[in-house]
Nanobody, 120 residues
Framework: QVQLVESGGGLVQAGGSLRLSCAASGTIFSINRMGWYRQAPGKQRELVATITSGGSTNYADSVKGRFTISRDNAKNTVYLQMSSLKPEDTAVYYC??????????????WGPGTQVTVSS
């Protein structure tokens, strides 16, 4: 199986920055897409940003220009640099990976989540 562990969440004032990291470990044959989703209280989980192994990125409109996703394929790690944070960015942020533990065995994997709180 593949395990994802997030780090870097916390409390920050509006306008501040945070950097999230997520490392994948376990029996990994290949990782295609990695990314971040978030879920605020009372809301559904939503896409924040994703990145493929080739470096193609996709962002939610609400974070474009403020958040940057990057990836270190050698370390099976994905990062999310968050800047100009707003109170509405407050949520639990979940790391995601579309990975294979052997040839042809692709599945979705999720981290336990890390809390990001932006105070006004």
């Amino acid at each position: 199986q593949v395990q994802l562990v997030e780090s870097g969440g916390g409390l920050v004032q509006a306008g501040g920055s945070l950097r999230l990291s997520c490392a994948a470990s376990g029996t990994i044959f290949s990782i295609n897409r990695m990314g971040w989703y978030r879920q605020a209280p009372g809301k559904q989980r939503e896409l924040v940003a994703t990145i493929t192994s080739g470096g193609s990125t996709n962002y939610a409109d609400s974070v474009k220009g403020r958040f940057t996703i990057s990836r270190d394929n050698a370390k099976n790690t994905v990062y999310l640099q968050m800047s100009s944070l707003k109170p509405e960015d407050t949520a639990v942020y979940y790391c995601y990976a579309y990975a294979a533990i052997r040839l042809g065995s692709w599945n979705d994997y999720w981290g336990p989540g890390t809390q990001v709180t932006v105070s006004s």
